[in-house]
């Protein structure tokens, strides 16, 4: 008789969702499901609002990457405005969303996942969170915990409020950048880069005990989408995108991300509040993308800071054409923060960082406008459209976390094909599932536009729903 | 429709003739036009106000001024009751912080001010309100309405989402401006702020744009176009100096 497992909550991953698998009569998984249980509906009510509130009520979406939505929603709001924001502010911006990027990563690596990759995906349940990790590895969780500290210090130095801070307004920023706060910030740096070194060093020496993981952790082709810099190189902040395919070969170039409507398509699913964006000339769900850390770095040609360069080259040496694993989006993360804190270290030395320049004023001078940065999980959309009073008519986000619904979904069944073959519940086989999940580092808040850290329940039902066995984390 | 404000005469001469009485135990002196508010901030006493505001007519319509007389049961607004010889005022007591507080859980519960999205975050007599008085949450259900927002005139935007009804604009504007664009429409919880025969802000004929209205307007309820969250703050002190310009010519 077949059985369904249900693992609800999901775990250690920002947001509420569960997952069921569907085992056949002869105990073999044939289908696996990956549900979104909040809703959100920011789209709906902001109908109505002025557009210049867009950036801050926007960023309410979520406490994790509040500056990520700032970007995108400001970027937006500038395209109504019909501006080209100062050159400072454009830096200014950049650096807060490198700043975001860096805590939201170490976030996911460190607090999320380490105490998967560092004390096992089979050890004790009740010892495998970050305060695990402090009692084995206290080097690694200091680490995790200085990483995030400096992205958060950033934003706050920055935009005197480390999380949802209003200092992203459309126009650019509303405040420029002292000479104290800029050396500062610079004054951390040289931490930060012994930290990355060696957990970048220490991830890659590990990846040979992963071998089982990687083959089956959300392995297979698809298409990777991500923003890069007008010569191909990493970019989060502004830029256009770039597709390319299982076989790294660009399949979409320098598209004006303004054109998105164009390229994706939104599919809704009967069993989540997350919807499916697709690759649209591919049809759905032949059309599946992923985004975010790994997409980013199958997508450029290299990275236009030396240190992370050199590791990207590395990384993509791992396969031929694109990296497909997505159990390497943990190391493509810990190369982000390394570029990140490069990047940062870059434009904080810019002549022109300190000018007091910094915010284009102007009225409403289109009805429409889109945009898109890169948020730390992949490719962030906000389009707006506004009345002729500016007040908004209609909104679309299109949030990273969504892209990668479709991988997602395909992942966890990969993964529970792989680890689960018998009718009973191993703890460390529905971690591996719940893992391909933590990979990905989805943010469910953000994409059904909660909170929690709740008790892992796992359920065995028959096919008629009958509770069959039920364990408690 | 409330009673139509029109611009202020000059003010009659104040009197001369004075009356003791005490606030929260301290002996005082106040003229016999004096309000208990005036008095009891003459004498560095505070007492908490919302429609209140220095160079306007007091209305009495928020009720936070509240205040207890001895030998009455009832309580008297301080901005509009006038001293009395022998009066014995309390501006601070159990009975009056539990209704000022309700007050402000109802204001509050009463339209959407979303504070940590509004345009006058961190410069909001509302919200100052809600700190002094240790608001931190609502007991009463929020009526969460649905209200529009006029911005349909080219420098300023009205948002009745985060109105307190306090009727600052309606004053400042027939008292001082002397347009009387503004007034309020409805009754209750029904009433709203308009702008002419309830039509369009930007639509108004009667209105000179000067802006006094969003600068006395104590929240995020009437604010200039453009300012992003937390960038609307506003200037309320050019109303005395208005009035007593004013003041000063018509001698």
């Known amino acids: 008789m077949g059985k369904t497992i249900t693992i609800d909550p999901v775990t250690r991953i920002e947001g509420h969702s569960k997952i069921t698998l569907k085992l056949d009569d002869a105990g073999h998984v044939s289908d696996a499901r990956f549900h979104v249980t909040q809703f959100r509906g920011f789209e709906k009510f902001c109908e109505g609002r002025p557009f210049y509130e867009m950036p801050a009520l926007m960023a309410r979406i979520c406490g994790i990457c509040p500056v990520s939505h700032l970007v995108a929603s400001a970027k937006a709001c500038d395209a109504i405005l019909a501006v080209k924001i100062p050159e400072t502010a454009a830096m200014l911006r950049q650096v807060l969303n490198l700043a975001q990027m860096i805590q939201s990563h170490a976030l996911s690596y460190f607090y999320l996942s380490s105490p998967d990759l560092l004390l096992g995906f089979d050890s004790d349940p009740a010892k495998r969170n970050i305060f695990g990790v402090l009692e084995k590895n206290p080097q690694d969780a200091r680490d995790g915990v200085r990483l995030r500290r400096f992205g958060q210090q950033v934003i706050e130095t920055l935009a005197d409020k480390r999380i949802h801070p209003a200092w992203l307004v459309p126009g650019g920023v509303d405040q420029a950048l002292t000479a104290d706060k800029r050396d500062l910030v610079l004054s951390w740096l040289p931490e930060c880069y012994e930290i990355v070194g060696r957990t970048l060093e220490r991830t890659k020496q590990s990846l040979e005990g992963f071998r089982e993981e990687i083959r089956t952790f959300a392995n297979f082709p698809s298409l990777f989408m991500g923003l890069t810099t007008a010569d191909d190189k990493l970019e989060m902040t502004d830029g256009v995108l770039r597709i390319v395919d299982a076989n790294g070969k660009v399949v979409v170039d320098n598209a004006d991300p303004s054109t998105y409507r164009e390229l994706i398509g939104e599919a809704v699913e009967p069993d989540s509040y997350l919807k499916s964006p697709y690759f649209k000339p591919a049809g759905y769900p032949g059309g599946m993308l992923r985004v975010g850390p790994l997409a980013r770095m199958n997508v450029i040609d290299g990275i236009d800071t030396p240190r992370a360069n050199e590791e990207w080259a590395e990384f993509r040496s791992l396969e031929r054409g694109a990296v497909l694993s997505s159990f390497h989006y943990h190391y493509a993360r810990l190369i982000e923060i390394l570029f990140g804190l490069e990047k940062i270290d870059q434009l904080l030395h810019h002549p022109a960082i300190l000018s007091k320049q910094v915010r284009a004023h102007a009225r409403p001078n289109n009805f429409e406008g889109i945009g898109v940065s890169e948020a730390p999980r992949g490719t962030l959309i906000h389009h707006y459209r506004i009345d002729e009073n500016g007040l908004i008519e209609w909104a679309n986000l299109i949030i990273a976390t969504g892209f990668n619904n479709l991988a997602m979904n395909r992942g966890i069944l990969q993964a529970a094909r792989h680890y689960i073959s018998s009718q009973e519940i191993h703890e460390g086989m529905l971690n591996r599932v719940e893992a391909v999940i933590r990979s990905f580092d989805p943010c469910l808040s953000c994409s059904t536009h909660a909170v929690g850290a709740m008790p892992l329940v796992v359920e065995l039902r028959d096919a008629g729903g009958r509770l069959l066995d039920r364990k408690a984390r | ?251």
């Open chain 2, 1 to 251: 429709m409330s009673s139509r404000p029109s611009a202020k005469p000059a003010a009659p001469a104040p009197s001369s003739k004075v009356k003791t009485l005490t606030i929260d135990d301290r002996l005082v002196s106040a003229r016999e036009d004096e309000s208990i508010l005036d008095a009891a901030r003459d004498n560095g006493i505070q007492i908490p106000t919302l429609c209140n505001l220095d160079g306007l007519t007091p209305v009495g319509a928020c009720r936070l001024c509240m205040v207890e007389v001895k030998g009455s049961s009832r309580l008297f607004a301080s901005c509009v009751t006038m001293v009395g010889e022998g009066m014995e005022v309390v501006t601070d007591s159990e009975r009056l912080q539990k209704y000022r507080k309700t007050i402000v859980e109802l204001l509050f519960s009463e339209r959407n001010h979303v504070c940590a999205v509004c345009v006058s975050n961190g410069h909001c007599e509302l919200q100052n309100l809600a700190q002094l008085l240790g608001v931190t949450h609502l007991t009463v259900p929020y009526l969460n309405p649905k209200l529009p927002v006029d911005a349909s005139h080219e420098r300023f935007v009205n948002d009745h989402n985060r109105c307190v009804l306090c009727q600052r604009c309606v004053r400042v504007c027939g008292e001082v401006e002397g347009a009387h664009t503004w007034d309020i429409n409805g009754r209750g919880i029904g009433a709203r702020v308009i702008t002419d025969l309830n039509q369009p802000w930007g639509s108004s004929e009667t209105c000179t744009g000067c802006g006094k209205c969003v600068q006395v307007c104590p929240t995020g309820a009437l604010t200039e176009k453009g300012k992003s969250v937390r960038e609307m703050s506003k200037r309320t002190r050019f109303l005395p100096y208005l009035t007593m310009m004013r003041e000063d010519r018509s001698e």
